[in-house]
């Protein structure tokens, strides 16, 4: 790549003035943000404050009643069909009893760009060789993913994502009940992912977590309140409107 | 009696070979659909479906269809009236499911009661393998290598669906079609049970192979062949039983379902209760 830092790059995410409501009840209006590629941002709020509305419609899971959304300079559609686009679910809301081992799991991540009938062909395999060496679980592929820690079930699902070759990654809470050291591995693969441009939008309610991963920060209360480099938006007051109340 | 004649006797009546054949092809296309019913959750629908196809298959007899189509139309109907009224009161899905399903049923009961036929009530709702009619008996095996074609076809989606429709859904599948499909699988497999096992027994044709399944395995593709084993065993167990001991081949065939289930409830290999007492059923292993 030749291109100079800092040159004329259109924004990975780019939200523009973005309503959501669900039968009446507003869950997010004119949320406007921009995320260059390469970022770790954290998305931060309160439970009800609209964090999932806004993965909803990154997913193109919800109609927004208005504002766009553009993710790599298209409609959520189109990059949805180029594979665009992962979620990674939050630990809690995994049936971890599943008769699938850790190959399946990330194999589900080839299925939008496989044939109808999901046979794995040779490039199938060898992305998921290469999404479960990174995430070092490649001599636990066989397990069971109840057989897991937390950490390598969190693992497992971000090479689920890497196998989709997504280049946006949501993260649903993933930080909630890890340790310190998968802490540390999961520092590690996010400055991976950032160095492989790709872009990570990581919903969370904890401050701690976002000062020591985050390179960015988006504050939601119903709408975007603020968002940039995580050492100017998090100000006293700026968390005060994020959380409706004085800190 | 030696084994050998307790075996092949009973295969010198037509009627008997009639029904093991249709038994053993029923409890296997059902088990293989029980394993999807049982991880997606869906007993209490697959319950529901079954007693709801009722009056479609009064109705579709009356007019001379393939009583499949009438289960199609009411099975699908039924859940698109759960969904509808559950989405425009307060009353929470349990009660809208049990509330509509008898409803169906109970207009099921009263159709028989009107509609002048040689349709048996008994034999809708206790099924009627060893009297099997030329046309149900064709009818039943064609429901059945439908299902089992779709089944497999879709079965790697299927299992996506049940497992994480949001990731689904993000990768740009149609959760939408693979709900309707497994819904119009289960209304058309309640339909094929029916003609075994009986409307009321049908639901364990669709629930308990899949558990017993889930029980002895972690992994699906042994879990869909453990089940359709247990469902193929259990109904020609359960129709020999029946011709032996002159008793009801329905209540047979799910007898011997459920003391499956309850023998691989104590002895399955690592979920089972004598090695589950040992240590946790699903460890949350340290990191190293």
């Not at chain 1, 630990?91 to 190959?103: G, Y």
């Not at chain 1, 395999?125 to 397990?143: F, N, P």
């Not at chain 1, 872009?199 to 904890?206: A, C, E, G, Y």
């Not at chain 2, 064609?142 to 076809?153: C, D, G, N, R």
Request: proline share 4%; aromatic share 8%; with cysteine.
């Amino acid at each position: 790549m030749t291109t100079t830092p800092g040159a004329m790059e259109p924004p990975h995410i780019a939200v523009e003035n973005l309503s959501v409501s669900y039968v009446g009840v507003v869950a997010l209006s004119k949320a406007s943000l921009r995320l260059n590629r390469g970022t770790i941002c954290g998305l931060v709020g309160m439970n009800g404050a609209g964090k999932s509305t806004l993965f909803k419609a990154l997913m193109g899971f919800v109609r927004p009643s208005a504002g766009t959304i553009c993710i790599n300079g298209q409609s959520v559609a189109q990059a949805q069909r180029r594979q665009a686009v992962a979620y990674v679910p939050q630990a809690e809301s995994v049936d971890w009893d599943f008769p699938l081992n850790v190959t399946d799991v990330v194999m589900m991540g080839r299925y939008g760009s496989m044939g109808p009938l999901r046979n794995p062909r040779r490039r199938d395999h060898e992305a998921v060789r290469h999404s479960l060496e990174l995430v070092e679980l490649w001599d636990l592929r066989q397990r069971q993913i109840g057989e897991l820690s937390g950490g390598q079930r969190k693992r497992a699902f971000l090479a689920r994502a890497l196998a989709q070759g997504a280049s946006v990654l949501l993260l649903d809470e993933p930080f909630n009940g890890v340790d310190v050291r998968t802490e540390k591995l999961m520092a590690q693969l996010f400055m991976g992912f950032r160095r492989e441009r790709r872009t990570l939008l990581i919903s969370t309610h904890d401050m701690d977590h976002v000062t020591g991963f985050c390179d960015q920060v988006v504050l939601i209360n119903k709408t975007v309140l603020a968002y940039g480099e995580t050492s100017e938006v998090f100000t006293r007051e700026n968390l005060a409107r994020t959380f409706g109340c004085r800190l | 009696m030696d084994p050998v004649s307790w075996l092949l006797e009973p295969l010198q009546h037509v009627f008997m070979v009639k029904a093991l054949l249709i038994s053993a092809v029923v409890g296997g296309v059902c088990a293989l659909l029980s394993c999807f019913m049982t991880l997606k959750g869906w007993a209490l629908m697959g319950d529901a479906v079954s007693h709801a196809v009722l009056p479609g298959v009064v109705i579709a007899y009356a007019l001379g269809l393939p009583l499949a189509v009438g289960a199609f139309v009411f099975g699908v109907g039924s859940v698109t009236v759960i969904g509808l009224i559950k989405q425009s009161t307060r009353v929470k899905e349990d009660t809208v499911i049990g509330l509509v399903f008898t409803g169906f049923f109970a207009l099921g009961l009263i159709l028989v009661s009107k509609v002048r036929s040689s349709l048996d009530l008994m034999h809708i709702l206790f099924g009627n393998v060893l009297g099997i009619r030329p046309q149900d008996f064709q009818q039943t095996l064609v429901i059945s290598a439908l299902v089992l074609v779709v089944l497999m076809v879709f079965r790697r989606d299927l299992v996506l669906f049940c497992f994480d429709p949001t990731h689904a859904r993000s990768i740009g599948m149609s959760t939408g079609f693979l709900y309707y499909l497994l819904l119009s699988s289960l209304s058309l497999a309640a339909v094929a049970g029916l003609q075994t096992v009986g409307i009321i027994l049908v639901v364990a044709m669709l629930v308990t192979p899949g558990a017993t399944a889930y029980l002895m395995t972690d992994s699906f593709g042994a879990m869909g062949v453990l089940a359709v084993a247990s469902g193929i065993l259990s109904s020609l167990l359960g129709a020999y039983l029946s011709y032996w001991s002159d008793a009801s081949p329905a209540g047979c065939i799910v007898v011997v379902q459920t003391l499956l289930f309850v023998m691989a409830m104590v002895f399955a290999p690592k979920h089972g209760l004598l090695r589950r007492g040992r240590h946790n059923p699903s460890p949350q292993w340290p990191d190293p």
